[in-house]
C-alpha cells in the first residue's frame, strides 16, 4: 500500500473518530477543564534543551491572561514525534494544537482548521508572504508559520590559514579546491551528511545551487538535468576523498560536533550551531558565508515549521484562536524565537531581530531560500526516500540514486 493511500485510510478513519469524540490526550478526559473551562492539548517536538522551559514560561503566561483556559503541553523528541502524532490521530485524540512539519494529508481530509479560523487577521496579515505560500494547499493557508531557519557555511578559519585557503568558497568549484588543500593537511576538507539524519537536507543544499529542488505542491520533481548536475558534483567530492570517511553513513549532528572541535574544515549548519559553538568550544577561530553554489548565486536551504490546530471540538475554536494570537504578539514570539536561534516568520518579529548579529547572515539569506514542498501530499514518502537512499551516492552512480528516489516518490502520488 503506498502511503498517501495509507496517509488517507488513517485520517479517514480520524475524520469518523474525531467527529464522536471531544476527548484530548488522556483517552477520555473532557474538553471542558475541571470548573468549566477549556482544555486545549498541545503536542510539540524538542528543539533545543530550553524548548520545556520556553513553552511552560508561555503557557504560565497565556494561562494566566486567559482565565478559564488550560494548556496540557506535551513534548517529544523529533524521532518520535509523527509515530506519536498518528498514535494520538487513529485513537481519536488528536492534539488541538500541533508544531510539526509536513501537513498536506490531514488538510486534504478535513482534519485541519484553516488558519484565518483559528487566528485574526492582524495576526495572519503579519506572517511574511513568502511563508504564507508554504503553509498553503490548493489556496487555502493551513499553518501558523512559527520558525524559519536557513543554512549557512561555517568554515575554520585556522584551517583556512594552515592549508592557504585565503577566502571562503563562492562555488562549487572553488569548494572542491579548498576542501582539497585543507584535506592535504590531514583534516577533512568538507563535511557531507548522507546518513538517514537529513540526507535530504544536504541534497537540497546542493540542487538548489545549481537551479534545482524538490519540486512543488503539484509534482515531486528528483531526477532533473539540474539537480542530476549537483548530485555528480557531491559524487566528485566523495571520490576525490575531500570529504569526511563514509559520508553515505554519516549523522548531521555528531558531524556539527566534530566540526565544533575543529577537526572539519567547512560545513553546512544553522543559526543554532552559533550558539552550539560558544558553549562547547568558544575558542574556535570560525565564519559564517554563504553556501557555495555552482555559479555563485545566491541560494540555500530554508527550513520552516508551523503550528496547526485539528478540529477535535468546535467549542476550543475560540481558545485556540486566543492562544494563537497571544503566542505570535510581537512580546511573546521573538522571545521565544532568539531563545531558539531560529529566524522568525512574522514581519514585526523580523524587525525586531534585525540587530541581532548573530542572525544577520542567516537573515540576509533566507530570501534566496528553497524550501521542502511540504503541501504535496508525496513528500512524507519522498522525504523518507532521501533518507535512506541518498546516502547510497557514495557508492552508486548518481543517475541511479536519484531514480531510486524519484520511483518512491511517484509511487506515493
Request: hydrophobic share 40%; with cysteine.
Amino acid at each position: 500500500m503506498n502511503s498517501k493511500l495509507r496517509m488517507s485510510m488513517v485520517a479517514m478513519a480520524a475524520v469518523g473518530t474525531l467527529a464522536l469524540s471531544s476527548c484530548g490526550f488522556g483517552g477520555g478526559e473532557p474538553s471542558e477543564a475541571e470548573g468549566g473551562g477549556t482544555t486545549l492539548n498541545m503536542l510539540v517536538p524538542s528543539y533545543s534543551d530550553g524548548t520545556k522551559a520556553l513553552w511552560e514560561g508561555v503557557v504560565d503566561d497565556f494561562e494566566a491572561a486567559n482565565e478559564g483556559i488550560t494548556v496540557n503541553l506535551q513534548i517529544e523528541s523529533w524521532e518520535n514525534l509523527e509515530s506519536v502524532l498518528q498514535t494520538k490521530i487513529q485513537a481519536g485524540e488528536a492534539p488541538d494544537i500541533y508544531n510539526g512539519g509536513a501537513f498536506s494529508a490531514f488538510a486534504s481530509e478535513g482534519l485541519l482548521y484553516p488558519a484565518e479560523d483559528v487566528a485574526s487577521e492582524e495576526t495572519i496579515s503579519d506572517f511574511q508572504e513568502s511563508f504564507v505560500e508554504n503553509e498553503s494547499l490548493e489556496g487555502t493557508q493551513y499553518g501558523l508559520p512559527l520558525l524559519a531557519s536557513a543554512r549557512a557555511l561555517f568554515y575554520n578559519q585556522d584551517l583556512f590559514d594552515a592549508a592557504g585557503v585565503e577566502a571562503p568558497p563562492t562555488t562549487w568549484e572553488e569548494l572542491h579546491e579548498a576542501a582539497e588543500k585543507i584535506t592535504a593537511t590531514g583534516t577533512p576538507g568538507y563535511g557531507m551528511p548522507l546518513g538517514s539524519e537529513e540526507a535530504q537536507g544536504e541534497a537540497l543544499i546542493w540542487f538548489a545551487g545549481n537551479g534545482g529542488g524538490f519540486g512543488d505542491a503539484s509534482e515531486i520533481t528528483v531526477n532533473t538535468p539540474e539537480n542530476l548536475e549537483a548530485a555528480q558534483f557531491m559524487k566528485k567530492m566523495i571520490t576525490d576523498g575531500v570529504t569526511q570517511p563514509d559520508p553515505g553513513a554519516t549523522q548531521r549532528t555528531p558531524m556539527i560536533n566534530v566540526f565544533t572541535q575543529g577537526q572539519i574544515g567547512m560545513v553546512y549548519a544553522l543559526p543554532q550551531t552559533v550558539g552550539q559553538i560558544e558553549e562547547a568550544n568558544p575558542d574556535l577561530n570560525y565564519g559564517v558565508a554563504n553556501v557555495p553554489t555552482n555559479t555563485g548565486d545566491p541560494a540555500t536551504l530554508g527550513v520552516a515549521d508551523r503550528l496547526l490546530a485539528f478540529k477535535n471540538d468546535e467549542t476550543k475554536q475560540e481558545a485556540i484562536t486566543a492562544f494563537m494570537d497571544f503566542f505570535f504578539a510581537e512580546d511573546q514570539y521573538v522571545n521565544w524565537v532568539e531563545a531558539e536561534n531560529f529566524l522568525p516568520t512574522t514581519k514585526s518579529g523580523s524587525e525586531a531581530m534585525a540587530s541581532n548579529e548573530t542572525l544577520k547572515p542567516f537573515l540576509e539569506m533566507l530570501p534566496n531560500a528553497k524550501f521542502y514542498p511540504t503541501s504535496n501530499p508525496a513528500w512524507n514518502a519522498t522525504d523518507g526516500a532521501f533518507k535512506s537512499l541518498m546516502g547510497l551516492l557514495e557508492t552508486q552512480e548518481p543517475e541511479s540514486v536519484l531514480e531510486q528516489i524519484q520511483a518512491k516518490a511517484d509511487a506515493a502520488a
